[in-house]
């Protein structure tokens, strides 16, 4: 998929289908975070798979998110920034291959670091959409047209 059109196109999805995740997509994810760009080039982070869902599901913020997706992410890091950017390319590179996500904020992070081992910065739930997603069905300039976003002379100041 084109770069520019994956990140028009992208939404956030809190419906996932029951359906599995390919370990070769869900490496791919994984990889996109530990290629992502990082303070100092120190990689200060952690991707924790996180298998017992449930229970992780209810240390964030709406626990749906998590409970029903097919892969569970929580980055573990002591810069937030980096685990941003970190996370946007894992949700980039999974919505290459169809996988949609979310990501969580962490409401409990007491409970969230007794499941995952560390305090998490951000929880990602990924899985394929309940409802199928056809980016190319529009250009990246529609995608924007139809994004619920100010326009860009709104948010763009120059100095």
Known sequence: MDTWLAIASKRDERRYADRPIPEEVERRILDAGRLSG???????????????????????????????????????????????RAAQNMMLAAWNDGVVSCPNGVADADAAERIVGAKPTIVISFGYPQTP?????????????????????EVVRRV
């Open 38 to 84: 990082n303070s100092q080039n120190n990689q200060t982070w952690e991707f924790v798979v996180v298998s017992d869902r449930a229970a992780l599901a209810e240390t964030v913020y709406y626990a749906p998110n998590v409970q029903t997706c097919a892969l569970a992410v929580a980055i573990v890091s002591e810069r937030p920034f980096d685990a941003g």
């Open 133 to 153: 997603h056809d980016p190319e069905s529009r250009s990246p300039e529609e995608w924007s047209q139809r994004a619920n976003r100010k326009p860009l002379d």
